[in-house]
């Protein structure tokens, strides 16, 4: 096989602990899957699960800095837990789904919040106000082996220190194993892909030059320096 040019090289994020890194396929993302963070997006907290999608090459891993985003003036932090897939499948069942985990990872699924209000109004996707360059932020995989299978745990984002976000996995609506079911209805899943899986209360907005950390217990934690 001859390409026109030289592909991009494949997005992946580093394990930790390892040199070996994550390869990415997809990237999914829950939204409103906290009571608290729905109710203050002025939702019905009883709904199903539903998805939106980031580009694979959206990616910042580590804790590289990034320069703000164009088109917004109201850029949102939203700390989430990333699920890592190893194995795929359809229709997969809740009690089967845990088994195609790889890892997990503390992340940050960055938002133009002014850009996607203007989209609910007008009644069109989110996909510029979610899938931007460098708006899928995510820190090293903990592999599921040595972090067991985060049901529970502090998830915390400060920005300059400040708490910003403070809640538990534990208050998810819908826990790990019922997203990756439910989304398994939908699309194919397979080895590699990435989910997002909801942020608690307390999103809010970054300046220029802050410093946005997202840490979860047994995880770890990923900065980003917001240029």
Not at 46 to 56: C, I, L, Q, V
Request: proline residues 7%; aromatic residues 8%; charged residues 25%.
């Amino acid at each position: 096989m001859t390409f026109v040019f030289a592909p991009p090289a494949p997005a992946s994020v580093p394990v930790k602990g390892s040199a070996d890194r994550f390869p990415v396929r997809r990237i999914f993302c829950v939204g409103r899957n906290y009571e608290e963070h729905a109710k203050e997006m002025g939702a019905d907290t009883k709904e199903p699960p539903f998805f939106f999608t980031k580009p694979a090459d959206s990616l910042v891993t580590g804790n590289e800095a990034i320069p703000y985003p164009s088109a917004t003036e109201d850029l949102h932090h939203e700390a989430e837990l990333v699920v890592a897939l190893g194995k795929g499948g359809s229709n997969v069942s809740v009690e089967a789904a845990s088994g195609l985990i790889w890892g997990f990872a503390p992340g940050n699924d960055l938002t133009r919040r002014d850009m996607q209000a203007q989209a609910k109004q007008q009644r069109r996707p989110w996909d510029m106000s979610k899938g931007f360059d460098r708006s899928a932020v995510c820190g090293d995989i903990v592999p599921v082996a040595d972090c067991g299978s985060m049901s529970k745990g502090r998830i915390c984002c400060t920005v300059d220190g400040a708490i910003r976000q403070d809640g538990d996995l534990a208050d998810m609506i819908w826990d790990v194993p019922h997203v990756i079911a439910y989304l398994s209805t939908l699309v194919e899943l397979q080895p590699g892909d990435l989910i997002f899986t909801g942020t608690p209360a307390g999103v809010g907005a970054v300046a220029r030059g802050e410093t946005v950390r997202v840490e979860i217990e047994g995880l770890g934690a990923v900065e980003t320096k917001i240029g």
